[in-house]
């Protein structure tokens, strides 16, 4: 293992925007996913996520573990509106138990990432307000409003504040130039969801309505590096 770079293992990596956070922190990130979007743009592995963490000559490649596991949520992430991009699988199962059990089992630093409501504890919640994220409609402000539950092993610092009162939201969720009266409003194409998120190799809205803000993984990111370098 290259410790200059610390191997990351992105379970549930989709297009990609998790692993570019993490890869901003920096790590040599590898993706796992069974159906990936688009052009991802580091090591990719298709298979199964369960199947992976079963595997521990595999994981002993790995300094650390990211998880966004699927989840059937019951609550109001049913949703999607109100989900901001939380989007849940109508014929999925709730991972997240079985994921942790057996990253626990592994040992090694790991992070499992949801959306608010999943079952899981919230040890760092992030929203796009705490880091900048908008764009400007002519001389409105528009921020990005999305909230993302991290749970780990490791410590993840004091928990940010985020300011709702920036002025009214964009989200990626849905569809595009969606605009709910007196509820939110999403972004009018893939370019101005790009700008939103700090994302500016997707060209798909389903891949782009799905994704972590880069600068979400990469602020855990840093916390994660922390706990590998102290190992």
């Not at 901001?84 to 014929?91: T, Y």
């Not at 709730?94 to 999943?118: F, K, Q, S």
């Not at 908008?134 to 490791?154: A, I, T, W």
């Not at 969606?178 to 389903?206: F, H, K, N, Y």
Request: net charge negative.
């Amino acid at each position: 293992m290259n410790t200059d770079r610390p191997r990351l293992l992105d379970l549930g990596c989709c297009a990609g925007a998790a692993s570019r956070g993490y890869a901003d922190a920096g790590f040599d990130v590898w993706g796992v996913d069974l159906t990936p979007r688009g052009a991802y743009p580091y090591t990719l592995v298709r298979a199964d996520m369960l199947d992976v963490l079963r595997d521990r000559a595999f994981l002993a490649l790995f300094a650390a573990i990211h998880a966004s596991p699927p989840c059937q949520a019951n609550t109001r992430l049913q949703h999607l509106r109100d989900a901001q991009g939380g989007s849940v699988k109508e014929n999925g199962h709730d991972m997240i138990g079985p994921v942790r059990e057996l990253l626990d089992a592994w040992g090694g630093p790991y992070v499992i990432e949801n959306v608010p409501g999943a079952d899981m504890r919230a040890d760092l919640t992030l929203c796009g307000t705490m880091f900048g994220l908008h764009v400007m409609r002519g001389d409105r402000y528009r921020p990005l409003k999305r909230h993302r539950l991290f749970e780990s092993n490791v410590g993840l610092g004091p928990q940010p504040g985020c300011d709702h009162a920036l002025g009214r939201p964009l989200g990626v969720y849905g569809t595009p130039a969606d605009d709910i009266p007196q509820g939110g409003q999403t972004c009018s194409s893939v370019r101005e969801a790009g700008e939103l998120m700090g994302i500016d190799w997707m060209t798909r809205w389903d891949d782009i309505k799905e994704a972590i803000p880069p600068a979400y993984t990469r602020h855990v990111g840093e916390r994660l590096m922390a706990a590998v370098r102290e190992r």
